[in-house]
């Protein structure tokens, strides 16, 4: 079994904000492939389908991003999914808008929802990096990654929602290159 995890903060307020595009892209992969519906478990909703063959639990946590890491850990531990097999899609500020990058393991660069799953998990985990640009100062970043994506944000917000889910295929199958180039 594969963890998808969305990061991003519950409730309509901060649906449409910056730090939700993990929830986003969650999102979009589960209405696109036909996924079961959303239900509350493990403080957070939860869904599964299959991909390339794959079942595939996507977890949105709904502890505010701070505490992100009590529900991944509520999923990991029930589940038994090894590490290499969750893997966390979050926002990127050190990412231009629209890009992403593929990780396994290392730092939480500062990142209060994967800091928190550091502190239940450890490290090594894959990561999803969804770049949302700078502000251009760090006093800037908590007013900029809880508004919302604005207008002229949406062309290439659709696209990389687009990617993402026609990628995630390749993504369960363990093929990141052929999931990048989606």
Same mark, same amino acid.
């Given at each position: ?13 901060? @649906?449409?904000? *910056? ?20 239900r509350s478990k493990f403080q957070g909703q939860i869904c599964d389908g299959t991909l390339a063959g794959h079942k595939v639990l996507l977890l949105k946590p ?12 509520? @999923? ?24 992403? *990058?593929?990780?396994q393991g290392g730092g939480h660069a500062g990142h209060n929802g994967l800091r928190s799953i550091h502190a239940h998990l450890g490290a090594d985990y894959g *990561? ?13 970043? @908590?007013?900029?990654?809880? *508004?919302?994506? @604005? ?32």
């Amino acid at each position: 079994m594969k963890l998808f995890v969305g990061l991003g903060n519950p409730g309509a307020k901060y @649906a449409h904000n *910056r730090h939700n595009i993990g929830f986003m892209a969650l999102d979009r992969i589960a209405e696109d492939h036909q996924f079961t519906p959303w239900r509350s478990k493990f403080q957070g909703q939860i869904c599964d389908g299959t991909l390339a063959g794959h079942k595939v639990l996507l977890l949105k946590p709904t502890t505010f991003m701070n505490l992100s890491g009590q529900s991944v850990g509520e @999923a990991v531990r029930f589940h038994k999914v090894p590490l290499d097999q969750v893997t966390v899609f979050h926002d990127e500020l050190d990412l231009a808008p629209g890009k992403l *990058r593929l990780k396994q393991g290392g730092g939480h660069a500062g990142h209060n929802g994967l800091r928190s799953i550091h502190a239940h998990l450890g490290a090594d985990y894959g *990561r999803v990096r969804l770049g949302i640009g700078h502000p251009g100062h760090k006093d800037a970043v @908590a007013g900029f990654v809880l *508004r919302d994506f @604005a207008k002229a944000d949406q062309n290439w917000l659709a696209a990389l929602l687009t990617g993402l889910s026609n990628g995630a295929v390749h993504l369960a199958a363990g093929d990141g290159a052929k999931f990048m180039n989606a």
